[in-house]
């Protein structure tokens, strides 16, 4: 149920990498999701377009890779 | 057509991780280009918890998290240890801050602050569980000075608390024996948050099958050497030991 809270903190420092890297739109988002994260993708991924919407991010592409651990890392974004 | 959103994007049920684009191509004149960010998510709610644990450790208090399902016991057993307390010293609750989290309701709050103790209570609404921000911002509304304990009692909840630090330096998981020896099993992110497993409710044991030591054994299995202890805030049971646990302080 907290997936939405975490999608709006993945959005706010997307954004704020976006703005640093000079870009105008964030196309894709590459984020790793542990097993132990107590994160669920599939819900992360329901999420992220409904709290994308009125970001840069609008329409963007979330890329999940699954790992084995507690982390939950943004990797990287492509952006233009 | 896509048949997650009924979109003209390729993809569909076949890919529900991959939530597709809807403006998947650069504008004209700008070339897509990756940006290397690797952060942890939680990062933000990690550096709060520790600023508000030096911040605490700079009055001299430390902050014991209580987690576990709604109904486990949680309030009973922070009654039942102001009630110990204040049989020794009187003024002993006045030392000690609550700060209570639930969806709703001040119930909780109100039962902490007949036993002396100053206590802030969070209404969450919908939201599952306690960060370090939340935290922070109701200890605000408490006059810290004299207090040398905070408990943060959690949403009931034995998912969400999990990977939100609230600026504790331990945090005390319990599980009441109604629930099943099981449950450290069930919800292994949970154990491993936790730095001592309590069992609670053991006046009930008589007319249940859970088997206290397989309880803890199970939770073992996840965390390696997890202290652990059983009581009852009914009878009184194993009260000194959670007191003892408590008293020895020290951080993970």
């Not at chain 2, 057993?77 to 003024?91: C, F, G, M, N, S």
């Not at chain 2, 199970?218 to 050497?225: E, F, L, N, Q």
Request: hydrophobic share 40%; aromatic share 2%.
């Amino acid at each position: 149920m907290h997936e939405a809270r975490l999608c709006l903190s993945l959005l706010d420092l997307a954004e704020r990498h976006l703005e640093r890297a000079g870009g105008e739109r964030i196309l894709a988002v590459r984020v790793e999701v542990g097993a132990l994260s107590g994160v669920v993708p599939e819900a992360l991924a329901s999420a992220f377009p409904i709290c994308a919407e009125a970001t840069r991010a609008r329409g963007a592409e979330l890329r999940i890779e699954r790992s084995a651990g507690r982390d939950l890392v943004l990797r990287d974004l492509e952006v233009c | 057509m896509c048949g997650t959103c009924g979109c003209g994007e390729p993809g569909g049920p076949a890919s529900p991780i991959r939530a597709h684009a809807h403006e998947p191509s650069p504008a004209p004149g700008h070339e897509a280009r990756r940006v290397e960010v690797e952060t942890s998510l939680l990062a933000a709610n990690e550096a709060n918890a520790r600023a508000l644990r030096e911040r605490l450790a700079g009055l001299g208090i430390e902050a014991v998290g209580l987690l576990g399902a709604p109904g486990c016991g949680k309030t009973s057993l922070l009654e039942r240890t102001l009630e110990i307390l204040a049989a020794t010293d009187p003024d002993a609750p006045a030392r000690v801050a609550v700060v209570e989290g639930d969806c709703a309701t001040d119930h909780d709050a109100r039962r902490i602050a007949t036993r002396g103790a100053r206590v802030a209570q969070i209404e969450t609404g919908a939201l599952c569980h306690l960060d370090a921000h939340l935290v922070g911002h109701a200890l605000e509304k408490l006059d810290l000075d004299g207090v040398e304990r905070v408990f943060v009692e959690n949403v009931g909840n034995l998912v969400c608390p999990a990977p939100f630090s609230c600026g504790e330096s331990r945090r005390a998981l319990l599980v009441s024996t109604p629930e099943g020896d099981d449950k450290p099993e069930k919800y292994p992110a949970m154990v491993a948050a936790a730095d001592c497993l309590v069992v609670t409710k053991t006046d009930l044991l008589p007319h249940l099958d859970f088997d206290v030591e397989r309880c803890v054994e199970r939770a073992r299995r996840v965390r390696p050497g997890l202290p652990a202890l059983a009581v009852s805030a009914r009878s009184g049971a194993g009260m000194d030991e959670w007191l003892a646990w408590l008293a020895a302080g020290g951080r993970r």
